[in-house]
């Protein structure tokens, strides 16, 4: 099977400089001693969205100014809005008030004409983002858009993660990717459940993907599962129990069909213990 490596692909001299220049500032006001992460979350969503505008205050506060673009601009400032992980009842308020704004700023950026499917600018974009909202976050970091997050502040993320489009990441208990982690488009990955019998009974549990874990297109792995090192969550499956190492898990629920070519002797002899012990 041939393999395909990605492309390297170069944007014009002067984009690129646009974007190192952009990237920058907003890196060194995100950095500044003190800084208003709310504050500087509004005036680049305002330059984004709204370029040329003028002083955001005084147009928000101009009654000529029509309601409807009062309200479109209130919202640019995270103090306007709520995020749902906000009415959740263990949410660490100190935490979230703390990530909340570059969340917002993220979110909106996927939404806006310069974020969309800008691949380039966009990952530098997040990558600049995410060690500020995340427990931690490893080098390399690639993610594209409309990503969601619950927390993000119980998020550990290691080097060389990837993360698709449109992916679920829940760390309401907590949520562990480790070194090579990939996540494809539409997949879900949870860290708390709800009881069947009460919604408002919920239960968190750490949620782990360990080294060169694959979770692929449109499947779900639900909270406390494990998934071990090499091991695969096939598309569409729902992992409703941990993943052995190396081991392929397809189908809902998800259950073991292959072990990878790759996996070293032991995994195979573990295999053919458990298999002549029934389990």
């Known amino acids: 099977m041939p393999l395909r490596p990605l492309k390297f692909l170069s944007l014009p001299a002067a984009t690129q400089a646009t974007h190192d220049a952009w990237l920058t500032a907003l890196d060194t006001a995100l950095s500044a001693p003190g800084a208003d992460w709310y504050r500087v979350a509004r005036e680049t969503l305002c330059q984004i969205w709204y370029p040329g505008l003028g002083r955001y205050d005084q147009v928000v506060s101009d009654p000529q100014t029509p309601v409807a673009t009062r309200t479109a601009l209130l919202a640019l400032?995270?103090?306007?809005?709520?995020?749902?992980?906000?009415?959740?009842?263990?949410?660490?308020?100190?935490?979230?008030?703390?990530?909340?704004?570059?969340?917002?700023?993220?979110?909106?950026?996927?939404?806006?004409?310069?974020?969309?499917?800008?691949?380039?600018?966009?990952?530098?974009?997040?990558?600049?983002?995410?060690?500020?909202?995340?427990?931690?976050?490893?080098?390399?970091?690639?993610?594209?858009?409309?990503?969601?997050?619950?927390?993000?502040?119980?998020l550990d993320v290691g080097d060389d993660v990837v993360v698709h489009r449109h992916v679920l990441l829940d760390d309401r208990g907590g949520l562990t990717l480790a070194d090579r982690v990939s996540v494809s488009d539409y997949a879900n990955i949870y860290s708390h459940t709800h009881s069947i019998v009460d919604q408002r009974d919920v239960t968190s549990a750490r949620t782990i993907l360990e080294e060169d874990v694959r979770i692929t297109y449109h499947a779900t792995v639900l909270a406390g599962v494990r998934v071990g090192r090499n091991g695969m969550v096939g598309a569409n499956a729902v992992a409703t129990k941990s993943v052995k190492p190396y081991h392929v898990n397809v189908g809902i629920p998800a259950k073991s069909i292959r072990v990878k070519p790759n996996a070293p002797p032991e995994v195979y002899a573990t295999e053919r213990v458990a298999r002549q012990d029934g389990q």
């Open 77 to 154: 400032d995270p103090h306007n809005i709520t995020l749902e992980p906000e009415y959740y009842a263990e949410v660490d308020i100190e935490k979230f008030a703390r990530v909340k704004p570059l969340l917002w700023l993220w979110y909106s950026f996927d939404r806006s004409p310069l974020g969309g499917q800008n691949v380039d600018l966009g990952v530098r974009f997040r990558r600049l983002l995410a060690p500020r909202i995340f427990a931690r976050c490893g080098r390399n970091f690639k993610c594209f858009q409309h990503v969601e997050f619950s927390f993000g502040y119980d």
